[in-house]
């Protein structure tokens, strides 16, 4: 699998956008940039993915570099309940179904 | 609640003694897998099963470790003779198999402690 590299930590204020970043050099054509998230105490959740182009959904925006190296997950609008560990993977498309975890960035917010 | 249940939530046994966890998955899914995490760690792969097919192990399952999922619903993971090494939290996950934007649903977990 192709590895990823995030910051171990950052902090950001309540109802401020949060921008984590994820870099990828090594990922292939195929992969798709998927992030997870790990509140205290519980077990991870989808938070979104991506192939190429910039996503939304109800829970976040992932904004993707157009070589595909690097990507950032935006919290629009924290709050505290968005304090977690985040979780960049990349899945190949055939054959890796399998998640793989980094050390992901723990984020805290800030009242 | 649909969501994925595991059991026992937390676990304390003493080294040498057999220990079994149990997951219910999503009852949709047909894929279920077993990770394991250390304090401050990311979650490892175990193993995972499509209906009741194992079909990958990680090198991290020795020999004390099994899982099974025996009709394709709940799968169980056995560990004997527990070592202290093996305390961790236990997750479990399921999905519908849909390659590389397959989304795992996890459940919350069951911690070990081996004393």
């Known amino acids: 699998d192709a590895k990823t590299t995030q910051p171990n930590s950052m902090e950001s204020n309540e109802e401020e956008p949060v921008h984590l970043p994820c870099n990828h050099s090594?990922?292939?054509?195929?992969?798709?940039i998927h992030w997870y998230r790990q509140l205290p105490s519980q077990g991870p959740e989808y938070v979104i993915h991506?192939?190429?182009s910039n996503v939304n959904n109800r829970m976040a925006s992932l904004a993707i570099a157009e070589d595909r190296k690097s990507s950032t997950l935006i919290l629009h609008r924290a709050t505290l309940r968005d304090a977690a560990v985040y979780y960049c993977?990349?899945?190949?498309?055939?054959?890796?179904?399998?998640?793989?975890f980094g050390t992901g960035t723990r984020l805290t917010i800030i009242p | 609640d649909t969501g994925v249940s595991q059991n026992p939530r937390h676990k304390i046994t003493k080294r040498g003694q057999n220990v079994t966890f149990r997951c219910d998955p999503i009852?949709?899914?047909?894929?279920l897998y077993w990770y394991r995490q250390t304090l401050g760690q990311g979650p490892e792969f175990l193993t995972y099963?499509?209906?009741?097919?194992?079909?990958?192990k990680s090198r991290l399952l020795s020999d004390r470790f099994s899982a099974e999922r025996p009709k394709g619903s709940f799968s169980t993971l056995e560990i004997q003779r527990t070592e202290q090494g093996d305390s961790a939290m236990y997750l479990c996950?399921?999905?519908?198999?849909?390659?590389?934007?397959?989304?795992?649903?996890f459940g919350p977990g069951t911690r070990l402690l081996v004393l």
């Open positions: 991506g192939l190429t």
């Open positions: 090594t990922i292939s054509g195929t992969d798709y």
């Open positions: 009852s949709e899914h047909n894929r």
């Open positions: 099963f499509q209906n009741e097919a194992q079909l990958e």
């Open positions: 993977i990349l899945r190949g498309r055939f054959g890796n179904e399998k998640l793989t």
């Open positions: 996950a399921s999905s519908l198999a849909k390659g590389a934007i397959e989304t795992q649903y």
